[in-house]
């Protein structure tokens, strides 16, 4: 009967303890699928319509446009001189439409030349006007970067074109028209300025986005690297006398340990609406540890410890190893149970844990441990050691691994590379910030997603 109630007492405690067998991983829910490590960075960019102002005014030439001889049928003809006589003025006028005020002197001469009955009739009056021409158009980038003024259109000369000749109505405002419109195609490409010139600014963006990120922890050296697929803009003018630009890219990040990613750089795609307003920052890193590196840390910094159980007995690990076992991490230690005045107990332990990431520490640690043992003496796994929860929380507390380091290189890396000073405006990343957004376990290594967010403000530089 005592046997038989011996044999009922181990058989219990077997039944509560977890099996966990290393060659047969399970999963706890479903199959771990790794999130697609993506980047977004919306940047607004404000230009002041002064400063565009200026930059018109200095390509405008004294003189706009001359012709002489100009058709207007019916016998009649014009020589015409328009000069510039004052400063351009440039206004939001909604509906992402500018208007420029062009102070102008238009002079010359309205002829009629005709044989009438035999005779030949000539005749000329000529004219001096100032004129303000209200002339407005629409501020674009192109697909392929080019800065243009598109739906130019004349709205109003403050004043009426006709003139009154021999009786005959003559209107100037189709041949004005044309004239101007040929000259601001001409003289305002701004296309020729460095100050305008986006796409450089866009290759100097593109580029800095594709440059690997070197980041080292205890000697272990990862980098970080983009492949941008996607550039965005969308113009806008404001209310407040501003030419705005929503400049987006993005692009998936990916990381390599050991040595330094070859990219082949791709190059400027074509521009694409931008839809999104925002002044974000939003970088999904992945860093990715595997399981050697785990292993050389846990034993540089656990193994050979001893732990202690009771006034009794010392627990001593070694031969530590990890591997994935489905969504979480399996542990596996030889242990000795050295106990005072008894036989010392060997075996192997299996621990099984969920990563999680300490906030306090800036470690991985395991929660949710289960736990197993292999040894040959049967009655070990009913001992009172192995059944203090202070063997577990002092396991738990040393078998972790720190990702400071990663963390602090990683801040400092994003906020030199938030930093980009070009001929056009400086960047500057403004309250970033870096958390981790997960950590997954694959068979090769252990997943962190690490998320980086912020602002950027932009200084444009005086044209």
Request: glycine residues 6%.
């Amino acid at each position: 009967m005592k046997n038989t109630l011996r044999v009922i007492v181990i058989l219990f405690v077997f039944s509560g303890c977890k099996s966990i067998n290393p060659s047969k991983p399970k999963y706890v829910g479903e199959p771990v699928i790794l999130p697609k490590a993506t980047s977004e960075i919306n940047i607004p960019i404000e230009i002041p319509l002064s400063q565009i102002e200026r930059s018109i005014n200095d390509a405008l030439q004294a003189s706009l446009f001359a012709d002489r001889g100009l058709d207007l049928g019916g016998g009649f003809m014009a020589d015409i001189d328009v000069n510039k006589t004052g400063i351009a003025k440039l206004q939001s006028k909604g509906s992402n439409k500018v208007s420029l005020a062009l102070p102008m002197n238009m002079a010359g001469n309205l002829k009629f030349e005709k044989r009438i009955f035999g005779q030949n009739l000539n005749t000329a009056i000529p004219f001096n006007e100032n004129l303000i021409p209200e002339i407005s158009f629409v501020p674009k980038i192109g697909s392929d970067w080019d800065f243009s003024l598109q739906n130019i259109n004349i709205e109003g000369y403050g004043r009426s074109m006709k003139y009154n000749l021999l009786g005959f109505e003559i209107d100037l405002d189709p041949i004005i028209r044309k004239h101007l419109q040929k000259m601001l195609d001409n003289q305002l490409d701004l296309n020729k300025f460095g100050r305008f010139d986006f796409k450089s600014l866009a290759s100097e963006a593109w580029d800095s986005f594709s440059n690997p990120i070197e980041l080292q922890q205890d000697g272990v050296t990862a980098y970080i690297y983009s492949q941008p697929s996607k550039l965005k803009v969308t113009e806008e003018i404001t209310s407040d006398q501003k030419l705005k630009l929503y400049l987006g890219i993005e692009g998936e990040v990916f990381s390599q340990v050991g040595t330094k990613p070859l990219l082949t750089k791709k190059p400027l795609p074509n521009l694409l609406p931008n839809e999104s307003k925002e002044n974000k920052i939003d970088i999904m890193i992945p860093l990715a540890i595997s399981y050697g590196d785990l292993d050389q840390y846990l034993i540089e910094n656990f193994e050979g410890q001893r732990f202690r159980t009771d006034k009794n007995t010392l627990l001593e690990v070694s031969n530590i190893s990890s591997q994935s076992y489905g969504d979480r991490i399996l542990l596996h230690m030889d242990f000795k149970a050295i106990r005072r005045n008894r036989k010392e107990i060997k075996g192997e332990m299996y621990l099984v844990g969920k990563p999680t990431f300490d906030i306090g520490t800036e470690a991985i640690r395991f929660d949710e441990i289960e736990f197993d043992i292999q040894t040959k003496n049967i009655l070990a796994r009913s001992a009172t050691w192995m059944k203090q929860a202070q063997v577990l929380n002092q396991i738990k507390k040393k078998a972790n691994y720190p990702i400071g380091e990663y963390l602090n290189e990683a801040r400092r890396e994003l906020r030199l590379q938030g930093q980009l000073r070009t001929e056009f405006a400086d960047f500057s990343l403004i309250n970033p910030q870096l958390d981790v957004e997960g950590i997954y376990c694959t068979e090769e290594d252990i997943r962190i997603y690490l998320r980086s967010t912020g602002e950027m403000n932009v200084k444009v530089r005086a044209f």
